[in-house]
């Protein structure tokens, strides 16, 4: 059997919480929105800062279940599964040397649609326990009694599908009325009606020992939503802390970083670089010898465990690089500074240079220049691929719009809407706004 992941370690934890809280938060679910919590601490920000390294609290994690975890009524939380969370934290000054801690959690999920081209990453609403889980841990970790008042949330959260009432399937797990955990009678039996502590340690022994059972029940259900088929086009990451980067660039910018066995779905090669896709329209790229390849994909890029690679075939060519006025009448552009990327077919098969491949040719070109021109502060306002050929076309964007493109934070379809496009037939593929 898989090793239980770390979050799924700690589940017992957060179902007490789930528990402790339910006077706090009301059953109920609320709409896809980030509601931080706050507490404050009588440390200064670098003392903070330390113990919050030290809780990897920077560092993502997955969740066995998104039942109990997200605040969201939009689509069954049945269908979600390859669950990951990442807190996002700010620490502002209070007075004196007191820190004030804002936290709050982006959880990501695959969603399974009944239509398949419909299912992929999406990012879903906390409901606040695992922000409060943080904040309890860095209590404790302080040397701090756990604060039962906090900063109350809108978020309301959601009622879990385990059925607490009636037990989980499989098991003899039996809860009592409410939230209460019940106690068997033979550990009340042990605790005499006048003897207080002797019947707390019964509920507590009581307690742990269905957490226990819990945590168990919890693992297989992790191994069949492991077991369950993927999507084909899948990337695992091999191990964890590995950094997913807004460009195919050593000194890009980190997007956040993943944890061992994340999956995310295969979108393009680029040299030693594997271009993903993260939640949605989100985009980054991670080292090719980080990542575990489908066979199919591997085969195609020529290297039998993903790790090592080779050249694509060369279906178009760069034939010259220059800066010039923009040479056509589109507003945005019209009259100033741009790059000119003056590209020839390579291949003489006109089923490898059509309108997608033209695309696909004319998109690294725009994140190449949108790299460059980040480090080296170009003071031009666009790029322009000009395709030299009988079916060629041109294809223009401003500076911003290739930035928006390499960071991932703007989708293909999007990015294309975007362009200046001339004639527009040559690029027939591009989905009408």
């Known amino acids: 059997m898989k090793r239980p992941s770390k979050s799924l370690r700690h589940f017992a934890g957060y179902l007490t919480l789930t528990l402790s809280i339910g006077s706090i938060l009301a059953p109920g679910f609320a709409r896809a929105q980030a509601v931080p919590y706050a507490r404050t601490f009588a440390k200064s920000r670098e003392d903070v ?136 009678p033979s550990a009340a039996s042990d605790a005499t009606g006048g003897d207080e502590m002797g019947a707390l340690r019964a509920r507590r ?20 939503l492991h ?11 091999k191990k964890a802390s590995t950094p997913m980067l807004a460009r195919p660039a050593e000194n890009s910018q980190v997007l956040f970083v993943a944890a061992a066995d994340d999956e995310f779905e295969f979108l393009d090669a680029e040299g030693p670089w594997i271009h993903v896709q993260i939640s949605g329209a989100s985009r980054g790229y991670v ?36 800066t010039s006025t923009f040479p056509g009448d ?39 220049f949108a790299s460059e021109s980040a480090a080296a502060k170009s003071p031009l306002e666009g790029a322009v691929v000009i395709f030299d050929s009988a079916d060629g076309g041109i294809i223009g964007s401003t500076s911003l719009n290739a930035q928006q493109l390499a960071s991932g934070s703007l989708s293909q379809d999007s990015f294309w809407k975007l362009c200046y496009l001339d004639p527009p037939d040559a690029f027939r593929s591009i989905p009408k706004p």
């Open 227 to 237: 077991n369950q088929a993927h999507p084909p086009n899948l990337a695992v990451v």
């Open 330 to 368: 589109w507003e945005l552009l019209r009259g100033k500074p741009v790059k000119i990327y003056t590209v020839q077919p390579a291949s003489q098969d006109p089923k490898e240079t059509g309108a997608r491949a033209k695309l696909s040719f004319a998109s690294s070109l725009f994140q190449k």
């Open 205 to 224: 022994e009581a307690e742990e020992k269905r957490m226990r059972q819990l945590t168990a029940e919890m693992q297989t259900w992790q191994e069949v």
């Open 49 to 184: 800062d330390k113990a919050l390294k030290e809780l990897q609290a920077y560092a993502g994690q997955k969740l066995p279940i998104v039942d109990g975890f997200v605040a969201t009524g939009d689509q069954p939380l049945s269908r979600y599964e390859r669950v990951f969370y990442q807190y996002s934290i700010d620490l502002l000054p209070a007075s004196g040397e007191a820190t004030i801690v804002r936290v709050t959690a982006k959880i990501t999920a695959w969603y399974v649609d009944a239509v398949p081209w419909k299912s992929g990453y999406q990012v879903l609403p906390s409901s606040g326990r695992l922000e409060l889980d943080l904040l309890d841990r860095l209590s404790e970790k302080f040397g701090e009694k756990p604060l039962t008042s906090v900063l109350k949330s809108p978020v309301q959260a959601p009622i879990p599908k385990i059925n607490l009432s009636s037990g989980l399937p499989g098991t003899s797990l039996q809860l009592g009325k409410g939230s209460e955990l019940a106690v068997p």
């Open 287 to 322: 080292r090719r010898t980080n990542l575990e390849l489908p066979e199919f994909i591997a085969a195609r890029l020529k290297s039998p465990n993903g790790a090592a690679s080779s050249e694509k075939k060369e279906v178009f060519r760069v034939e010259r690089e220059e």
